[in-house]
Each structure stands twice: as structure tokens, then as C-alpha cells.
T-cell receptor, first 110, second 112 residues
Framework: LAKTTQPISMDSYEGQEVNITCSHN???????ITWYQQFPSQGPRFIIQGYKTKVTNEVASLFIPADRKSSTLSLPRVSLSDTAVYYCLVAVSGTYKYIFGTGTRLKVLA | NAGVTQTPKFRVLKTGQSMTLLCAQD?????MYWYRQDPGMGLRLIHY???????AKGEVPDGYNVSRLKKQNFLLGLESAAPSQTSVYFC???????????FGPGTRLLVL
């Protein structure tokens, strides 16, 4: 089973781009990588998902290198409301296992 | 479209009391999960279900039981609550095709 590792915390200023990297050295061939955002007292919320290369949606981009041993969530021009915990989640294809990373606590400063 | 709902939102129990947490989803998902999240920590899997009538243990199943009598509902039971079960409980259901989990708003449980 893939195990994920993320930085515990990051600080940024409003308007900056934030990149959060997740390591998943043992990811299996069919695993997807999903990122979630969690605000205090709320359930995790889906941000973006990818399998390989680059995925972009209206809120973020996800970069996955060819070896797929890591992935990077990119948040463009963060605002104070992006202050939250971000989780990297590896879905193990064909099983029930969804392995949460340690989570990265992002604090956006004015 | 309500997605995933959980009841109750908050509950206080005394040690030894029992209760049931209800999770409901309206997305016709086969897979459902119960997680617990302790302060400052990530989510840990308690039990899960891959379909109506089936349940299985996750990472931290002790002290909990579950039932999935209907596809849209997943119940988590505490037979004899302990202070160590004070936590926030999240339910999730999974779209198997996209491998995306959808989470409920959580139930905050305090065991005195």
C-alpha cells in the first residue's frame, strides 16, 4: 500500500502561488492521487485529482512527474480564505483503501 | 442534492452509554466509510462497507460496530462509550468510477 508524506505546515502571503508536495514512493500503477481541503469543523472537500502529468481546474493545478512517486498541488494567488489543511489521498485501485497523508496546514498571511 | 448527511451534529455522552451515528448519501454510491479525526490529526478509518449488507474493519475498529442495511445508509454504533472515543466522526461515500470520496459535515462526540 502506498504511504504518503507531506510537510506539516506552510506559511504564505496573499497573492502568492503555493506549492505543496506529497510523496508516495510506493504508489501502485493504477493509483489515483486526490487532494482535499479541510477547514476547521468541516469535512474534507475535493480539490483536484490526477493520474499522471498535469491536471488543472478552476481552483488548482496538480503536477505528477513521470515516476509518479510524488505530486504537487499548486494554488495560484492564494487568499486568506485558502487557510486550511490540505490532504493528499492515494486511492488504491481495486481496493477499499484510501490512505490519507499527514496533511499540510497552510496559513495565508495578509 | 444533499450529498452526504450525518446526524446528529453534536452529542455528549457519559462513559458507558451507547449511541448510533447515522450517515446517509443520495448519490447511489456502493462504498461508504466511517472515519474519526482527533484534534490536530488526520483521518483514521474505523469501518467501511463495499455494498448493502457488507461491512469490514478499518484501521481503528475496536469499540465500534456498523451496519449497512440499506445502500444509502451507514450506521456507526458505540455500545459502551469511553472518553477515548471523544472525536469528530466523518462519514464518506465513494464514487468508484472516479475514486473520489465525498464527506459529510461530521459529528462531534464528547464522552465524559
Amino acid at each position: 500500500l502506498a504511504k504518503t508524506t507531506q510537510p506539516i505546515s506552510m506559511d504564505s502571503y496573499e497573492g502568492q502561488e503555493v506549492n505543496i508536495t506529497c510523496s508516495h514512493n510506493n504508489i501502485a500503477t493504477n493509483d489515483y492521487i486526490t487532494w482535499y481541503q479541510q477547514f476547521p469543523s468541516q469535512g474534507p472537500r475535493f480539490i483536484i485529482q490526477g493520474y499522471k502529468t498535469k491536471v488543472t481546474n478552476e481552483v488548482a493545478s496538480l503536477f505528477i512527474p513521470a515516476d509518479r512517486k510524488s505530486s504537487t498541488l499548486s494554488l495560484p494567488r492564494v487568499s486568506l480564505s485558502d487557510t486550511a489543511v490540505y490532504y493528499c489521498l492515494v486511492a488504491v485501485s481495486g481496493t477499499y483503501k484510501y490512505i490519507f497523508g499527514t496533511g499540510t496546514r497552510l496559513k495565508v498571511l495578509a | 442534492n444533499a450529498g452526504v448527511t450525518q446526524t446528529p451534529k453534536f452529542r455528549v455522552l457519559k462513559t458507558g452509554q451507547s449511541m448510533t451515528l447515522l450517515c446517509a448519501q443520495d448519490m447511489n454510491h456502493e462504498y461508504m466509510y466511517w472515519y474519526r479525526q482527533d484534534p490536530g490529526m488526520g483521518l483514521r478509518l474505523i469501518h467501511y462497507s463495499v455494498g448493502e449488507g457488507t461491512t469490514a474493519k478499518g484501521e481503528v475498529p475496536d469499540g465500534y460496530n456498523v451496519s449497512r442495511l440499506k445502500k444509502q445508509n451507514f450506521l456507526l454504533g458505540l455500545e459502551s462509550a469511553a472518553p477515548s472515543q471523544t472525536s469528530v466522526y466523518f462519514c464518506a461515500s465513494t464514487d468508484v468510477d472516479t475514486q473520489t470520496q465525498y464527506f459529510g459535515p461530521g459529528t462531534r462526540l464528547l464522552v465524559l
